[in-house]
């Protein structure tokens, strides 16, 4: 679809629970996760040696994991991206519930949520939170949607009496 319309697109693949940001320290189930220094200093020179790009008109998107990300790497480096969406991402990390549905996130991929930004509250939360920074996306375009995050009455694995009842997608929800 974005053939000939001088657009680059590059659609990282992996890194699930790593909230595709730089990590304190590395993570024995997850590795070593270096995803802001990626996107933003490593993958942009191999775009304009191979494909070209000016990285003058950059914009960032992603859905759940990933939205979070985006609206984080976004307010982290304003004058990299022009636009942002994030679709079902959590629009902050540092609020009580938000934070908590992140470090489940991360345990259900096998990793330790304290390698990432350390110990919530404190380690580095609050300096990736975009809902902190979001004064950094004034001037660019901003689009935020998410779904209601209740569950359906046919989703079994979010009712508690069911046998096939999830606790940890019932706590995301």
Known sequence: WMNGKGT?????FGGGGS???????????????????????????????????????NGVAGLSMSGTSALNLASRHPGFY???????????????????GIQASVIEMGGNPMNMWGVWPAGQWAANDPFLTANNLAGKYVFVSSGTGVGSKYDASVNPSSASFDPVKFAQM
């Open 82 to 100: 022009q636009a942002v969406a994030s679709y079902s991402g959590y629009p902050t990390v540092t609020m009580p519930g938000f934070n908590q």
């Open 8 to 12: 680059n697109v590059a659609i990282p």
């Open 19 to 57: 909230f595709y940001t730089d990590w304190e320290r590395p993570d024995p189930a997850l590795g070593v996760n270096k995803w802001e220094t990626f996107l933003t200093r490593e993958l942009p020179a191999y775009m304009q040696r191979r494909h070209n790009s000016d990285n003058r008109r």
